[in-house]
């Protein structure tokens, strides 16, 4: 199966900084999300990006589909930001999760 | 837009009973739906892909015996764990394929004493 590599593994911010989180994968895919996991564990969808670059407020996120990598920016970092932010691909049907990064917001 | 439903949130058992989760699709139909576990401070772990009117598929290492599943109609299907230990105390998700991406249940929080 395809291989997620995130990093970095834990990213501490004060409120206000930016911040990117990266995301390689090992093959082509012809789907990528990236996802906020809250304290309760629901999966929040932030982006579909198989290729591209999307906006969404403070959030961007764009991907590299030749050079097998994607970048989540967050902007303006806000405490409500904390949680795990996860990368997920697919080649075919089944999708494969990073480890994650947990992004730590100080107020 | 697409929502997948799961219940119930949270449950505790004892050990050596059995645990059915539901995984509904509300407003689309989901002739395939993927079940995930995932430990504490861990990624998601795909441990199944459930085929509407077949058998599931299981991924290498997961026990299709202790992990049932039934998807019996295109807008539902259950994961049932059998016989369940506190190993089996994990955060079980589902979730459903559409054209932009895949949607998630709200997942079930299973502690087995």
């Known amino acids: 199966g395809i291989q997620v590599e995130q990093s970095p593994p834990d990213l501490i911010l004060q409120e206000g900084a930016n911040s990117t989180l990266r995301c390689n994968f090992s093959?082509?895919?012809?789907?990528l999300q990236w996802f906020h996991q809250n304290p309760w564990g629901q999966l929040i969808n932030l982006f579909y990006?198989?290729?591209g670059t999307k906006q969404n407020g403070r959030l961007s996120a764009t991907t590299v589909a030749t050079e097998r990598y994607s970048l989540l920016y967050i902007s303006s970092s806000q405490t409500t930001d904390s949680g795990v932010y996860f990368c997920?691909?697919?080649?075919?049907?089944?999708?494969?999760f990073g480890a994650g990064t947990t992004v730590t917001v100080r107020a | 837009g697409a929502v997948v439903s799961q219940h119930p949130s949270r449950v505790i058992c004892k050990s050596g009973t059995s645990v059915k989760i539901e995984c509904r699709s509300l407003?689309?139909?989901?002739?395939?739906m993927f079940w995930y576990r995932q430990f504490p401070k861990q990624s998601l772990m795909l441990m199944a892909t459930?085929?509407?009117?077949?058998?599931?598929?299981?991924e290498q290492g997961v026990e299709k015996d202790k992990f049932l599943i039934n998807h019996a109609s295109l807008t539902l299907s259950t994961l049932t764990v059998t016989s369940a230990h506190p190993e089996d105390s994990s955060f079980y998700i589902c979730?459903?394929?559409?054209?932009?991406?895949?949607?998630f249940g709200s997942g079930t929080r299973l502690t087995v004493v």
């Open positions: 979730s459903a394929r559409q054209p932009y991406g895949y949607t």
């Open positions: 093959d082509s895919v012809n789907n």
């Open positions: 990006i198989p290729s």
């Open positions: 997920a691909v697919a080649d075919d049907y089944k999708l494969s």
């Open positions: 407003d689309f139909q989901a002739t395939t």
């Open positions: 459930s085929n509407e009117g077949s058998k599931a598929t299981y």
